[in-house]
């Protein structure tokens, strides 16, 4: 029945083969990333913890953001480091991540400083060789640095917005006694910033779910996910549709378009299940347009096993999620919650695929909150083939009526000002008033 080519017949191969390429790509592509930092410098920045701090008075705020290893960390740290600058031009901001992260390219691009250090993620409850002698070396090293940082930049306050790189400086930060606040973007939270929690002086939870679960209630606020200030304001759809698709085939804008989205690394599962049904899908559908990012890691594979279709638009990263959301009538995405808080945010449809392979399983909490708030559709991973994602995306798209509905409960559900509402809260906190009033 499928044309493109049948991966049913081997799914173990499959994964396999994805693994492996995985692994292998990951190394050059760390090799890549390392080498493009100092090529990614913004010339007008100070680059590290000593010319980040020179010059700066005793009566400028120094903040120091710690966030790393996934879009989902990282993206909302610039979203709040951004609405600081907004309230605070004078800040001196300080992001601190993984030297090979996503963030040591995301940080310099945004135009903040950026000083790597290594970390390990925290070790599930057992004894393993991991648990009793790489973990606490690699927290001993990662937190002498961190003291070393902090001495150095002497921060007024550290953000911590999770991935396991922001746990050993947030923690130093704790036990210096300097003050510390961290934001929680899942429904669940994690071990990390539970125990960060017990340091902090305030908590960011983007759902009051995640409130229920922290031991320390009495320092969570709730506000929602910080979204980037690019993701407030949209271009036209028939602007944004332009920018994917050549403008004699997207004509005056008037089809659908569906975004599928696999998290800031792509997700494998929704990648099998739609390169099993876009070329049936856009034959079928004359006035379909697919918009597919793959993620890094699994592009090349997949460009090399999709036909060329002027409907299709295939991409490993969306740099400009604006338009993609903008340009998009439904979206087909995992259940990370920076996307999850975004697509409130834009006012889309959308079928969300959790990833069973999260801490505590927090996608299909965050997606489950979604299926409450925004009506949206849920797909488990054991449950998601190309037939059921197929009629999924056909139920929605040809129902109008259902279409506006999971829209408005959508944009009712949205926190877009959460970004600036956490700003506000961390000037209180270190008692400095925004000189923009
Ligand atoms: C595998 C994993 O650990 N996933 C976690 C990670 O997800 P992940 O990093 O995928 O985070 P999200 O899906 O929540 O957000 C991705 C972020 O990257 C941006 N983006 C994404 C794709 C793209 O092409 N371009 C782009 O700019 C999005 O706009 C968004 O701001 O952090 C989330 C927030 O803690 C968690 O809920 C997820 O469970």
């Not at 049904?277 to 597919?292: A, N, Q, R, S, V």
């Not at 400009?320 to 979206?331: G, P, Q």
């Not at 059921?388 to 129902?399: F, P, V």
Request: proline letters at 5%; aromatic letters at 8%; hydrophobic letters at 45%.
């Amino acid at each position: 029945m499928f044309t493109a080519i049948n991966l049913h017949s081997q799914p173990s191969l499959n994964r396999r083969f994805f693994r492996t390429q995985i692994s292998v790509q990951l190394q050059s592509r760390n090799l890549k990333i390392s080498s493009c930092l100092s090529l990614n410098k913004p010339k007008d920045q100070p680059t590290n913890v000593s010319t980040a701090a020179a010059g700066t008075g005793t009566d400028t705020l120094r903040i120091i953001l710690a966030a790393g290893g996934t879009g989902g960390h990282i993206y909302p740290a610039i979203a709040i480091a951004d609405d600081l600058k907004t309230l605070d031009p004078n800040a001196q901001i300080l992001f601190v991540g993984l030297p090979t992260g996503m963030e040591s390219t995301a940080v310099p691009t945004a135009g903040y400083s950026f000083t790597p250090i290594q970390a390990a993620p925290l070790g599930r409850p057992f004894i393993s060789l991991y648990n009793l002698f790489v973990l606490p070396y690699v927290l001993i090293k990662s937190l002498i640095k961190s003291f070393l940082i902090l001495g150095e930049f002497k921060p007024h306050i550290v953000i911590g917005t999770g991935g396991f790189v922001s746990f050993p400086i947030c923690l130093a930060a704790g036990l210096r006694g300097i003050k510390l606040a961290i934001q929680e973007q899942n429904s669940v939270p994690g071990i990390a910033n539970q125990v960060l929690s017990l340091f902090a002086d305030k908590v960011f939870a983007a759902f009051n779910s995640s409130v229920d679960c922290f031991w320390q209630k009495s320092k969570c606020v709730v506000c929602g996910n910080p979204v980037r200030l690019s993701l407030r304001n949209y271009a036209s759809k028939a602007v944004a549709r332009r920018h994917f698709f050549s403008k004699a085939v997207v004509g005056k804008g008037d089809g659908k378009v569906v975004l599928i989205l696999g998290g800031s690394l792509g997700a494998n599962a929704l990648n099998v299940a739609v390169l099993h049904l876009y070329t049936e899908m856009l034959d079928e559908h004359k006035d379909l347009f697919l918009i597919w990012q793959t993620g890094v890691l699994a592009f090349d594979e997949m460009e090399s096993l999709v036909k060329f279709h002027p409907r299709l638009y295939i991409t490993p990263f969306l740099h400009s999620m604006d338009l993609a959301y903008s340009a998009a009538d439904l979206i087909v995405s995992r259940a990370g919650a920076m996307i999850c808080s975004e697509i409130l945010a834009a006012g889309k449809p959308c079928i969300l695929i959790p990833s069973p392979n999260v801490a505590e399983g927090h996608q299909f909490h965050n997606a489950c909150l979604m299926a409450d708030v925004a009506g949206s559709r849920v797909i488990t991973e054991d449950e998601l083939d190309s037939l059921t994602l197929k009629s999924a995306i056909e139920e929605i798209l040809d129902n109008e009526g259902l279409m506006t509905e999971m829209s408005e409960r959508a944009l009712k559900a949205a926190k877009p000002d959460a970004s600036v509402e956490i700003a506000k809260h961390i000037l209180s906190l270190v008692n400095f008033s925004s000189p923009q009033g």
